[in-house]
Nanobody, 123 residues
Framework: QVRLVESGGGLVQAGGSLSLSCRMI????????MSWFRQAPGKEREFVAA????????DYVDSVKGRFTISRDGANNGVFLQMNSLQPEDTAVYCC????????????????WGQGTQVTVSS
């Protein structure tokens, strides 16, 4: 059974930082395009960041460029999302996802999803 397990969410003040982790169980994460999505209350799920196989391409939504960094976690077969300069509008449930196909921001193209971890940024 393939699972994605996120950790690292929490409550932080505006301007602070959090680091999210996603561990893939049952498959080798480096064989997949790994991405982070987020969903705020009352809003649609939004693509945040992706890293391709071989780390050739890293993609970010404009709103997080320069603040968030996605990277591979080789030790735990997963990915990290380092989030700096957090703002209240970053408040959401953050989910890790894995895609066997091509790089895409479309959630429907992803094969596996984690349950998500809550990130809350207070003003």
């Amino acid at each position: 059974q393939v699972r994605l397990v996120e950790s690292g969410g929490g409550l932080v003040q505006a301007g602070g930082s959090l680091s999210l982790s996603c561990r893939m169980i049952g498959r080798t994460a480096t064989n997949y395009i790994m991405s982070w999505f987020r969903q705020a209350p009352g809003k649609e799920r939004e693509f945040v960041a992706a890293i391709t196989r071989g780390d050739e391409i890293i993609d970010y939504v404009d709103s997080v460029k320069g603040r968030f960094t996605i990277s591979r976690d080789g030790a735990n077969n997963g990915v990290f999302l380092q989030m700096n300069s957090l703002q209240p509008e970053d408040t959401a449930v953050y989910c890790c996802a894995a895609n066997w196909g091509f790089k895409t921001r479309a959630a429907a193209e992803y094969d596996y999803w984690g349950q998500g971890t809550q990130v809350t940024v207070s003003s």
